[in-house]
Nanobody, 122 residues
Framework: QVQLVESGGGLVQTGGSLRLSCAASGRTFSPYSMGWFRQAPGKEREFVATISWIGGGTQHAESVRGRFTISRDNAKNTLYLQMNNLKPDDTAVYYC???????????????WGQGTQVTVSS
């Protein structure tokens, strides 16, 4: 079984920065890719970014491109999301997830963390 635990969320002002982390554990942890998704109140979960766990190739949603950067540390089994120039529209619960393929679709992800709240004040 794979466990994913997010951390690093919080309250920040518009224009501020946060770095989210996702620590992965489990004897069978060997994903093809890992990603970040977010869900705001009353909205559907949406794709934020994904990274190939071995190759390091990335893809970011258009809404965060140039502001957010996904990265990983394979040795620590940890996924990161550096978020800069945050906007109130970025307010959401952020989830990390692991997949056996490179995908932007949430249904392709098999394991999910519990989420961490990010709130951006105006």
């Amino acid at each position: 079984q794979v466990q994913l635990v997010e951390s690093g969320g919080g309250l920040v002002q518009t224009g501020g920065s946060l770095r989210l982390s996702c620590a992965a554990s489990g004897r069978t942890f060997s994903p093809y890719s890992m990603g970040w998704f977010r869900q705001a109140p009353g909205k559907e979960r949406e794709f934020v970014a994904t990274i190939s766990w071995i190759g390091g190739g990335t893809q970011h949603a258009e809404s965060v491109r140039g502001r957010f950067t996904i990265s990983r540390d394979n040795a620590k089994n940890t996924l990161y999301l550096q978020m800069n120039n945050l906007k109130p529209d970025d307010t959401a619960v952020y989830y990390c997830a692991a997949s056996s393929q490179f995908s932007t679709a949430s249904h392709d992800y098999n394991y999910w963390g519990q989420g961490t709240q990010v709130t951006v004040s105006s």
